[in-house]
């Protein structure tokens, strides 16, 4: 090996793998993305218990000012930066960094996004760890080396421009589908194989998914209520314990039963 590429494997890998490769900005992304997410979880946890110095949340003149919209601020100006300084160094690292700290802001608040609402500490909630933690395992095997496999193909073959697209149609249809389902897990591992997308877009959805609300009838729904009680029942409290872990439990969960307050008057 040349001498200027570090002798300890950490340091190999990361040279081969890297530097050589061009990852750099992707791997400043991702690690720029991690380190907010594990950060933030931090604060929003301090200010949720109130302790040491995050006594509340930030807000200017009464307005509770989430931390989406610095993300969004921050998103857009590193893709704008990119978009204008094109592949020059150090503007790709910097962009990289700020588009990797923005993305990891708004995807921590998916949830209130999504519902329009702010279910941040609401089971509701749950979905923002599940989009990070995509997001986290998209970026983490691109840049290792792996692709999506619509983008793989041998240089000797040469499709059509209509079997190209299509196949690329197809793949991310599956994936959507996936999403739309509520199997994000097996939407992230469909993008890189697409065989276990075509079967999770066979299986039945999650009851509370966007396609179950939207295609499944009564006997339907009453089917896939069923098949996720059972796969709750196996495995639900081994993931609720790692949301706990990382995100803090919901709020009604929390809330002890005396302190919901009665529906009626009087």
């Given amino acids: 090996m040349s001498g200027n590429v570090p002798s300890d494997s950490v340091g190999s890998w990361f040279h081969e793998t890297i530097i050589a490769k061009n990852r750099l900005a992707l791997f400043l992304c991702f690690a720029a993305f991690v380190v907010t997410f ?33 993300g969004i601020v921050l998103l857009v100006t590193g893709a704008f930066m990119s ?11 910097i ?6 700290i923005g993305t990891s802001l708004v995807l921590d608040e998916f949830a209130l996004i999504l519902h329009l609402s702010d279910v941040y500490w609401a089971e509701q909630g749950r979905v923002s760890v599940e989009v990070v933690s995509l997001a986290i395992g998209c970026m983490g095997l691109a840049l290792v080396g ?36 509520g199997k994000y897990e097996l939407a992230l591992l469909a993008a890189f194989i697409p065989f276990l997308g075509v079967i999770c877009a066979i299986r039945t959805a999650r009851p ?8 499944y009838n009564q006997h339907r729904m ?5 098949k996720a009680r059972h796969f709750d029942a196996r495995w639900g409290r081994y993931l609720d314990a790692v949301s706990d872990f990382i995100a803090g439990k919901p ?6 039963k005396a302190q919901v307050p009665a529906t009626g008057t009087g």
């Fill in 38 to 70: 594990v950060v933030t979880r931090i604060i929003t946890r301090n200010i949720r218990a109130g302790r040491g110095p995050f006594k509340d949340n930030v807000s200017t003149s009464g307005l509770h000012v989430h931390h989406a919209v610095p």
């Fill in 83 to 93: 978009v204008a300084t094109g592949a020059e160094r150090p503007w790709t690292e």
């Fill in 95 to 100: 962009s990289a960094v700020m588009v990797g």
């Fill in 146 to 181: 792996f692709s999506p496999n619509l983008f793989d193909g041998d240089a000797g073959d040469t499709p059509t421009l209509f079997g190209t697209t299509f196949a690329a149609f197809f793949h991310i249809v599956i994936v959507m589908v996936c999403i739309a389902k």
């Fill in 208 to 215: 509370d998914s966007l396609w179950a609300k939207r295609f």
């Fill in 222 to 226: 009453q089917r896939a209520t069923d």
């Fill in 251 to 256: 709020s009604d969960e929390l809330k002890p």
